[in-house]
């Protein structure tokens, strides 16, 4: 059964970088099916698409956000990672990792973090 | 990209049927029959309950069920129960250039 778990910092203080990393398992993340994803939910409210990554490293980056995030995969790993640089408190969220296939599905989903971001 | 459009609210009783609806566009839910839903229970990560429009992963009860007529995609929820309280997202895939966007949800109230 494939599994999803985020990792990083539950708090971020303003204008700095938040770092998340998503650890794959049950499955590889090499797949040629797939695109990994980043979605985040500010609280109480709905999901956002952050941007996905190809196990190549071709990336999809949301055009609201792209000029401040990164995302970035290691296969050795088994793991993708998230960088959302100049954060405000408006980038408090939970954020969940997913997998993710060619038509936008998402079928496997981590279990969420929450990070804040407070001086 | 847009987001999709969700009624904010639902309600039905056990038993009952509700339906939710999706707006899209001509671009997304319109031109593809790739639309999703997802089911949140509060504090849990989202869950994947109906794929292509009306398709549903192993283990979703057949008491969900979607459709897609023009840019409005549809999720109808038959036989209410009391576990069906939750938020209910959708999202369609809108080309290769994007990885899909998503509805602002519907939470849905069993009384």
């Known amino acids: 059964q494939l599994q999803l778990q985020e990792s990083g910092p539950g708090l971020v203080k303003p204008s700095e970088t938040l770092s998340l990393t998503c650890t794959v398992s049950g499955g590889s993340i090499s797949s040629s099916s797939y695109y990994w994803g980043w979605i985040r939910q500010p609280p109480g409210k709905g999901l956002e698409l952050i941007g996905t990554?190809?196990?190549?490293?071709?990336?999809y980056y949301n055009p609201s956000l792209k000029s401040r995030v990164t995302i970035s995969v290691d296969t050795s790993k088994n793991q993708f990672s998230l960088k959302l640089s100049s954060v405000t408190a408006a980038d408090t969220a939970v954020y969940y990792c997913?997998?993710?296939?060619?038509?936008?599905?998402?079928?496997?989903w981590g279990q969420g973090t929450l990070v804040t971001v407070s001086s | 990209q847009s987001a999709l459009t969700q009624p904010p609210s639902a309600s039905g009783s056990p038993g009952q049927s509700v339906t939710f609806s999706c707006t899209g566009t001509?671009?997304?839910?319109?031109?593809?029959?790739?639309v999703s839903w997802y089911q949140q229970h509060p504090g849990k990560a989202p869950k994947l309950l109906i794929f292509?429009?009306?398709k549903r992963p192993s283990g979703v009860p057949d008491r969900f069920s979607g459709s897609k007529s023009g840019n409005t995609a549809s999720l109808t929820v038959s036989g209410l129960q009391a576990e069906d309280e939750a938020d209910y997202y959708c999202?369609?895939?809108?080309?290769?250039?994007?990885?899909?966007?998503f509805g602002g949800g519907t939470k849905l109230t069993v009384l």
């Open positions: 292509e429009v009306s």
């Open positions: 990554i190809y196990y190549r490293g071709t990336t």
């Open positions: 999202s369609s895939y809108a080309g290769s250039n994007t990885r899909g966007v």
């Open positions: 997913a997998r993710v296939n060619i038509v936008a599905m998402m079928d496997y």
């Open positions: 001509s671009s997304d839910v319109g031109a593809y029959s790739y």
